[in-house]
Protein backbone atom coordinates (compact mmCIF):
# COMPACT_ATOMS: atom_id res chain seq x y z
CA UNK A 1 0.00 0.00 0.00
CA UNK A 2 1.10 3.57 -1.01
CA UNK A 3 -0.54 6.68 -0.02
CA UNK A 4 0.94 9.73 -1.50
CA UNK A 5 0.15 13.21 -0.35
CA UNK A 6 0.41 16.60 -2.24
CA UNK A 7 -1.15 19.97 -2.65
CA UNK A 8 0.68 21.46 0.64
CA UNK A 9 1.96 24.88 0.37
CA UNK A 10 2.40 28.39 2.71
CA UNK A 11 -0.88 30.42 2.39
CA UNK A 12 -2.24 33.57 3.99
CA UNK A 13 -4.96 33.26 6.06
CA UNK A 14 -8.34 32.85 4.57
CA UNK A 15 -6.34 31.57 1.85
CA UNK A 16 -7.55 27.80 0.36
CA UNK A 17 -5.66 24.75 -0.64
CA UNK A 18 -6.57 21.54 -2.33
CA UNK A 19 -5.09 18.88 -0.57
CA UNK A 20 -4.96 14.95 -3.05
CA UNK A 21 -3.74 11.66 -1.69
CA UNK A 22 -3.09 9.35 -4.48
CA UNK A 23 -3.95 5.91 -3.18
CA UNK A 24 -2.14 2.19 -4.26
CA UNK A 25 -3.15 -0.83 -3.00
CA UNK A 26 -5.71 -0.31 -1.21
CA UNK A 27 -9.20 1.15 -3.03
CA UNK A 28 -11.09 3.73 -2.06
CA UNK A 29 -14.28 2.04 -2.55
CA UNK A 30 -14.13 -0.29 -0.09
CA UNK A 31 -11.92 1.29 2.09
CA UNK A 32 -12.78 4.50 4.52
CA UNK A 33 -9.98 7.01 4.47
CA UNK A 34 -9.01 9.60 6.65
CA UNK A 35 -7.42 12.84 6.63
CA UNK A 36 -5.16 13.83 10.30
CA UNK A 37 -2.93 16.60 10.59
CA UNK A 38 -0.22 16.64 13.73
CA UNK A 39 1.97 19.36 15.12
CA UNK A 40 5.14 19.11 16.98
CA UNK A 41 4.24 18.83 20.32
CA UNK A 42 0.35 18.11 19.88
CA UNK A 43 -1.85 15.05 19.21
CA UNK A 44 -3.08 13.93 16.28
CA UNK A 45 -6.00 15.41 15.05
CA UNK A 46 -8.56 13.79 12.80
CA UNK A 47 -9.91 16.51 10.39
CA UNK A 48 -12.27 13.97 7.88
CA UNK A 49 -12.81 10.74 7.11
CA UNK A 50 -15.30 9.23 3.97
CA UNK A 51 -16.48 5.79 3.68
CA UNK A 52 -15.77 3.53 1.19
CA UNK A 53 -19.59 4.74 0.45
CA UNK A 54 -18.98 8.52 0.13
CA UNK A 55 -20.63 9.38 4.22
CA UNK A 56 -18.62 11.86 5.10
CA UNK A 57 -17.53 13.39 8.64
CA UNK A 58 -15.66 16.56 9.37
CA UNK A 59 -14.37 17.62 13.13
CA UNK A 60 -16.31 20.71 14.42
CA UNK A 61 -13.12 23.14 13.55
CA UNK A 62 -13.04 22.11 9.98
CA UNK A 63 -17.00 22.18 9.43
CA UNK A 64 -17.98 24.61 6.68
CA UNK A 65 -14.90 25.31 6.03
CA UNK A 66 -12.88 22.24 4.49
CA UNK A 67 -14.60 19.01 2.38
CA UNK A 68 -13.53 15.56 2.00
CA UNK A 69 -14.26 14.02 -0.89
CA UNK A 70 -12.44 11.35 -3.67
CA UNK A 71 -12.85 10.19 -6.81
CA UNK A 72 -12.85 6.12 -7.00
CA UNK A 73 -11.31 5.78 -11.08
CA UNK A 74 -8.67 7.72 -10.18
CA UNK A 75 -8.33 6.38 -6.23
CA UNK A 76 -7.64 9.67 -4.95
CA UNK A 77 -8.69 10.75 -1.96
CA UNK A 78 -9.28 14.97 -1.50
CA UNK A 79 -9.28 17.89 1.05
CA UNK A 80 -10.70 21.44 0.01
CA UNK A 81 -9.46 23.67 2.55
CA UNK A 82 -11.32 26.74 2.88
CA UNK A 83 -10.51 29.99 4.75
CA UNK A 84 -7.74 28.46 6.56
CA UNK A 85 -6.55 30.26 9.22
CA UNK A 86 -3.15 30.09 11.06
CA UNK A 87 -4.31 27.31 13.72
CA UNK A 88 -4.63 25.11 10.62
CA UNK A 89 -0.71 24.91 10.04
CA UNK A 90 0.00 21.44 10.40
CA UNK A 91 1.54 18.43 8.86
CA UNK A 92 -1.66 16.37 6.85
CA UNK A 93 -1.65 12.64 6.39
CA UNK A 94 -3.90 10.77 4.77
CA UNK A 95 -4.89 7.27 5.91
CA UNK A 96 -6.47 4.28 4.97
CA UNK A 97 -8.83 2.50 7.73
CA UNK A 98 -6.91 -0.90 8.73
CA UNK A 99 -10.59 -2.76 7.86
CA UNK A 100 -12.03 -3.76 4.27
CA UNK A 101 -15.81 -3.27 3.60
CA UNK A 102 -15.55 0.82 3.60
CA UNK A 103 -17.16 1.49 7.34
CA UNK A 104 -14.74 3.57 9.21
CA UNK A 105 -13.55 1.86 12.19
CA UNK A 106 -11.60 4.54 13.39
CA UNK A 107 -8.21 2.09 12.93
CA UNK A 108 -5.46 3.16 10.74
CA UNK A 109 -4.29 0.82 8.27
CA UNK A 110 -1.57 2.30 5.96
CA UNK A 111 -0.67 6.09 6.05
CA UNK A 112 1.10 8.48 4.10
CA UNK A 113 4.25 10.51 4.72
CA UNK A 114 2.38 13.95 5.17
CA UNK A 115 1.69 17.44 3.61
CA UNK A 116 3.19 20.35 5.12
CA UNK A 117 0.38 23.41 5.33
CA UNK A 118 1.63 26.60 6.91
CA UNK A 119 -1.13 29.19 7.02
CA UNK A 120 0.53 32.78 8.25
CA UNK A 121 -1.42 35.64 9.47
Known amino acids: VQLVESGGGSVQAGGSLRLSCDASGVTLGTHCMYWFRQTPGKERERVASISGLGGTWHTDSAKGRFTISKDNARNTLYLQMNSLKPEDTATYYC????????????????RGRGTQVTVSH
Open 95 to 110: ASDRINGGSCSGEIGY
